[in-house]
């Protein structure tokens, strides 16, 4: 399955802020800052859902000072989720490198979003996630996923 043939049927079931925390002992102003931002990809085989998770950490003096975690669940159509399916035994998902891309992108932004909120009025407004492209990140032809 290439790329270019695979168009998938799924919805946005959920979204689950598994992190957030934002460190004010940190010298920011005065210092270099990092970004590092991480997907990653679990599937629930009983609900037909593919988890898509962003970390994204901002760093000053190799320490952190804002870092969340948001992960959102989308709800794949059978003939779809079946079309994954990478073995017989149906063991594994093959996600599509497009595909991937598109749920990075889509919780990417989301993430993006909830720290504009969480940090609206704070000291930490200043540090909007900045736009990049997913595809730079999400690299692997298929990203392989146990169920």
């Known amino acids: 399955m290439t790329n ?25 102003d005065n210092n270099e800052i990092n970004q ?8 629930d085989k009983t609900n037909k859902l ?3 998770s962003c970390t994204y ?15 959102c669940n989308f709800g794949i159509e059978e003939d779809s989720w079946n079309t994954l399916q990478a073995t017989s035994e149906g063991k594994f998902l093959l996600i599509p490198n497009g595909f991937a891309t598109h749920l990075g992108a889509i919780v990417y932004s989301t993430t993006r979003g909830v720290l ?3 940090t609206k009025g704070t000291k930490f407004e200043k540090f909007p996630m900045q736009l990049l492209s997913v595809t730079a990140i999400i690299k692997e032809a298929h990203i392989k996923i146990a169920i």
Do not use: M, W
């Open 50 to 52: 593919i988890a898509c």
């Open 4 to 28: 270019t043939e695979f168009v998938a049927k799924f919805n946005l079931v959920n979204i689950r802020e598994e992190q957030f925390s934002t460190f004010l002992d940190i010298d920011i």
């Open 57 to 71: 950490t901002l760093s000053a003096v190799d320490r952190p000072f804002i870092h969340i975690q948001i992960v």
């Open 36 to 43: 590092t931002v991480a997907f990653g990809f679990g599937a």
């Open 116 to 118: 504009y909120e969480k």
